[in-house]
């Protein structure tokens, strides 16, 4: 490939990254304008979390025809069509608002909506990044996407108060309106190479990769099954994520127990610095050679982290914690998008993604749905002032509220530990280092 060819195509990258970027930034101004709207006017924890089942779940359904339909389709004009899908859906939640007609269904409606599309965006996005950026560029180019989301989940929220209050809900879904047509633009000024289609009709039959949408979604699950090396690592990501996930619902109330609200949010935005931090970091370096060696080593990390977040009732230990922990991040994300890219093919890329997603996402509902009794009916009444561990494990990380969460989150740690050292050992993981190097898999 031409030094030219190369740079033309890294220019397509940035400027659609870029459009991206802006459009991410008025997605997540809309997201907590509507969540701050939901739970101001019902009061009711049950619909502002159901407002969150609605921006998630309509998305994790349709993962798997959406790879299948992103690995068929021009990857450009799927990227269009979601953005434009996702701006409707931004329209109809801002007329019934303009209109003062609004009700909670509108909002699960369009949450709906906005979900599907960005399954779709997100998909060819990702597998967009390895027929415009070369190879030697994918992890920089990766951790350029993560700083992008680091950023938004830094900014936005303190942004989207601020204009809440000043422009009101109906100005901020103007600017999230105004945001994705940027995004449109973007996308309408560039082209895209076309992606090889590796598994054509006239190869091995027992390699066709296209069929009717349910053979595609079966052949993009077989796919990853007879690769150990892949399923082993999906379901690493499964395991992690619950125990992380725990962790995520558990870390406010756990810090309530003996800070204030002000310092909860100054320490929840010290750990969107190590995001984006590592986020940076990522870009510039590359990431390690050895990817599989970079997601379990920052497993390590991740899990020491974790057991210094629970281990002492101080706000400065807790933010360095949630800071380190937080900076693993990006590096574990922009390894596995990078690992995938290179080994899979292009045209296998959307259905590898989607089924990624759920296979690691499945182990979250579950942590949502235990963290709570385990806090509230094990570990808090462990770490009470006369619970059963409070004169042992109590004398060394302290008794009261929040100490049970926090003797949860050494446990949740250690696990996390242990989950990633061993897999250092499991044989498939081993070999994928090698097949990315081959470029053959």
């Known amino acids: 490939m031409s030094k030219r060819a190369t740079s033309q195509k890294l220019q397509v990258f940035i400027i659609v990254w870029f459009g991206q970027f802006i459009s991410l930034i008025g997605s997540g101004l809309t997201s907590f304008a509507l969540d701050f709207w939901v739970y101001q006017h019902t009061h009711s924890v049950t619909q502002f979390s159901l407002t969150a089942l609605f921006t998630t779940l309509p998305g994790l359904l349709i993962s798997p025809i959406a790879g299948a339909l992103v690995d068929r389709w021009d990857r450009r004009w799927t990227m269009i069509l979601s953005d434009a899908g996702s701006a409707l859906g931004t329209i109809f939640i801002t007329l019934v608002v303009f209109t003062d007609t609004i009700q909670i269904w509108h909002i699960y409606i369009s949450s709906s909506i906005i979900s599907v599309c960005n399954v779709f965006q997100k998909l060819a996005g990702a597998t967009t990044t390895a027929l415009l950026v070369p190879k030697k560029h994918l992890g920089h180019a990766s951790g350029l996407v993560q700083i992008g989301e680091s950023v938004s989940e830094l900014f936005v929220p303190a942004l989207a108060g601020i204009l809440v209050l000043k422009i009101q809900l109906q100005g901020v879904l103007l600017i999230d309106f105004a945001t994705y047509l940027f995004s449109l633009a973007a996308l309408l000024i560039v082209k895209f190479p076309k992606h090889k289609n590796t598994h054509s009709k006239n190869n091995n039959p027992e390699k066709q990769g296209f069929g009717s949408i349910k053979s595609d979604v079966i052949y993009g699950w077989n796919y990853i099954v007879t690769r150990p090396g892949l399923l082993a690592l999906l379901i690493y990501f499964a395991a992690s ?55 379990l080593g920052f497993g390590l990390l991740l899990g020491i982290c974790m057991v210094f977040t629970g281990l002492y009732p101080s706000p400065q230990l807790i933010a360095i914690a949630v800071f380190a922990g937080l900076f693993c991040f990006p590096f574990i994300a922009s390894c596995t998008e990078v690992l995938v890219l290179t080994i899979v093919p292009s045209d296998v890329q959307g259905r590898v993604f989607a089924l990624q997603a759920i296979i690691a996402g499945s182990s979250l509902p579950l942590a949502y749905l235990v963290a709570g009794p385990l806090a509230d009916y094990v570990f808090e009444p462990l770490l009470a002032n006369n619970g059963l561990l409070a004169g042992s494990i109590g004398k060394i990380i302290g008794t009261g509220a929040g100490r049970g969460i926090g003797f949860l989150f050494i446990w949740l740690g250690i696990l996390q530990f242990l989950v990633s050292f061993s897999s250092f050992f499991y044989r498939p993981f081993k070999t994928l280092d090698k097949m990315a190097t081959n470029e053959n898999f």
């Open 241 to 295: 994520n619950f125990l992380v996930g725990i962790v995520s619902i558990l870390i406010i109330p756990m810090l309530l127990a003996f800070v204030s609200s002000a310092t909860v949010g100054t320490i929840l935005s010290i750990a969107g610095i190590g995001t984006l931090v590592g986020s940076l970091v990522m870009s510039v370096w590359g990431g390690p050679k050895r990817r599989i060696r970079g997601i």
